[in-house]
């Protein structure tokens, strides 16, 4: 039976971005192990990095950053657009894609479809996104926005429009470490959305807000908010046995946890569990950090003894919302945050599939009924 | 080798929708053989078919036109969107995209995924896309925005908007069999983008909008604007020849024919064919018709005699642009029009996939380096 498919096993692209071994529960990130790449680099190095296929000198991060800070100002209709959202308090991952389908608006040639003009909207989207997220959050809390500061890097200008204040270097090098852990992942649903709008031939401003769309379904942008609300409710490492036994008693499933690609431990799950450590330790608090160990460490345990075989380990998402709750970040806005990570990884993906390309087009099996005349109705 | 691949043999979705059957030339539109349906439906009843698996009777018609006509009013945030783009021409498929996107803006329930909230975003989509269009046109061409008359068909209303004035019911008659065949092609890479992102649990706003951004890209929107541009050139049946083997000589591409699923001829070029036939006969001349069919009839025998056994055939665009012109149209606005008519297609399969959803992710292949350390770079 020609069954509803996941296309699981179908392969839809060649890349030098990224490779998701989920069985050895590797990823590499354009060459590098993550383990060595996302403790080390920012944002904007992990970016040139995918863009450019090798790390940056310092010259070429300089001139790479100076070219992202000087576009980071919102065009008039992208804020129109957010104030709009705002006044209704739209989910952010909405106003982003609202705001970043606007920007076709200022595109200085909206016809030209060259490889040179896609890289150019790949850098506006990668220095506005921080900020469409950033002031976004501002406006639907009240607060007005405020003009990005152009001497901080990606990470610190977008805790500075959420914190309304120059943040903490620790938080950087933890955003910096979530971006270049999450900045791309194989071909997920968001960035294949990406590639099949671009193999039609349409340009990266499309392509993007295509994947934003996709990124915001539960299933993908997923759970690390209902993680961390776990993680609280827990409260204590004693208290963690009790709490997850009840929740597999009562048929709930177990946020945090189980990967459909990867059958180990999620490589991104330790480079975060490393970055939140760091965190909590430079902060003078490790208690969040300890309860979330013993919490992971129970609940794998009862993983086994109530689902055997099935080797359910932890994810990503489990350490994603210790590291953005470490720095100050609501569950809400999780999604949206990722999102902006990840616009520099679809936004490669786009620009490798516009430089050898093949219109994306599957088959459907029809099931409906045939033979049907107008008269007859 | 895993090649890069357009997934050709992938089945990703069963469907009742439509059935594309290439090689014998068949479009099936939820039973109804394409040429059943498309001379006798209109738009709405097409639509209701798609959406309900059956036509609508009398009174189904009237309560789901009647429905669709209270909604037809664009929000304050789409019209400032389409202002903005029509400020700087920007391309009609790119406002299309914005002014949809904005469309969560007047949800009145935007966190609320339910089956029956997006059948409500169905509805709203298809009422407003028309008028998105139509009135973009006019901004663009520097004409004041119209009101929609609440008593006109979807056809109708279009129409009105283009011109200015109510349209003549045989224009109405092209339009609505224009509409209904193109409401639905199985899986094209439209469809399949709206269904990726739909396969994530995201909304029917994210999924339509990405769908625009993929009918954007001409290898999917198409060429029939070239194909008629072709037939002007040409001028008159004796010309056709020459012209047509000059083209072949220069290596250029002959617009219009071949199609990557349809080995013979496409069944919605005939469907088209007598629909161009009709209008032109009751606005009593049939030269430019009578110019087309000689101009195919002269590409066709040229095309077996420079590429022998590809069997390249006349493919919906060759037709399209022959019906849309007849009834007033710009080659400019052609992919917005069919946009239009396709988005009742996006949400029929966005809803079908709702109901039976998996997640569609399919793999990549790494081609890239590894091994790469931080330190030795």
New interface residues.
Partial sequence: M??????????????????VDGLAGEL?I????LE??AP??TYEQSLYLLWH???PDAQQLKDFSDQIKSLQQLP??AM??LE??AA?S??TM?AL??AV??L???DPA??DNSLESNRARAIQLVAKAPVIVGNYWRMKNGQAALEPKEELSQAGQFLYLIHGEVPDPEFVRALDTYWSTIIDH?????T??AR????????M???I?????????????GAPGPALDMVFEIGKPENAEAYIRNMFDNGERLMGFGH??YKVRDPRADVLAQASERLFDKAGDRSLYELALAVEKTALRLLEEYKPGRNLQTNVEFYTALVLHGIGLKSEIFSSVFAVGRIGGWAAHVLEQME?N?????????????????GA?
Same sequence: chains 1, 2.
């Fill in positions: 020609p069954s509803v498919s996941g296309l699981e096993n179908a392969v839809a692209a060649e890349t030098n971005l990224s490779h590499i354009a060459g590098y192990p060595e790449l080390n680099a296929g090798q790390l008039d209709v129109y657009v709009q959202a209704k739209l989910p909405d894609r609202m389908s606007t076709s608006v200022t909206p016809e194989g071909l997920n649903a968001s294949f959305t099949v709008i671009t193999s039609t031939e349409s340009d401003f499309s392509a807000t295509g994947a934003i769309g996709a990124l915001k379904g539960p299933l993908h942008g459909r690609v050898n093949r219109l994306i087009r599957p088959k459907s099996e029809y099931v409906g009924p045939t033979g049907r005349t107008w109705t």
